[in-house]
């Protein structure tokens, strides 16, 4: 067990902001290495998903060091592009990366008027909240009618093959690499746990739905791991 709690064990923003801080400095480099980059094939799929037209805004929500923000940039190089996070650590390094603009928010309560934005994008963010349904509500509230969604989350495997595949690389793999590459592979411990708590992708379909989307869709985009939810604002 870790010392964050996990999805479902109440609340926990504090703990998760504390374990985001202390990661910042080496987030970057242990998704690459834990994914072999396939992470940006991941957000480079979520990010075209949008068809963000000239001068439309999206806002990248628990945007972290901006990765996504910066895929959107440059494939819609005429969109408004906004990060937003709350972890000042993970976002300053967004900023300072992609030069795009960010603003310390929490994804319950996003400081943006409602019907702002043309976009919203949360890749592996919605894991980490107190309610998932709770955050895509304040989503939905921020978007125009017609806005499009699109989550990327390490969602709950549902097969028995995948959850032994996911549980042997989990506890063997990760926390190797965590340990390795990071001084904090208790962090790294709960990212994996946080994933086996979580939803899975038809529950998270079900909640996005229930929130005020419609034509939302699920897709795996790596076999009983990770997800890709789209919608649009009803
Ligand atoms: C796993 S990182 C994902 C970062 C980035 N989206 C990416 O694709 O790499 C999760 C991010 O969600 C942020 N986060 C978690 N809960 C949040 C909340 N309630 N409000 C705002 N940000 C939150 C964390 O600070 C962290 O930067």
Redesign the pocket.
Known sequence: MTGVPLPGQGDR?QA??AM?DRIAPT?DLL?RVMTLRVDQLW?RRAVRTLRLAPGEKLL??????M??SAEARSQYPEALVVG????LP?LSRGAQKTGLPASA????HLPFRSGAVDAVT????VR???SHEVGLAEMARVMKPGARLAV?EFFRPESTGTRAFHGVYNRLALPVMGRLLSADADAYRY?VESMERFASLPEFVDSTRRAGFRGVKGELLFPGVCGLVTGVRA
């Open positions: 923003a998760v902001r985001f987030y998704n957000r990248d929500v628990c945007a972290g060091t990765d996504v937003s996070d709350f972890s993970m928010a929490d994804a319950l949360v890749a592996f963010g980490n909240l107190d990327l990212l």
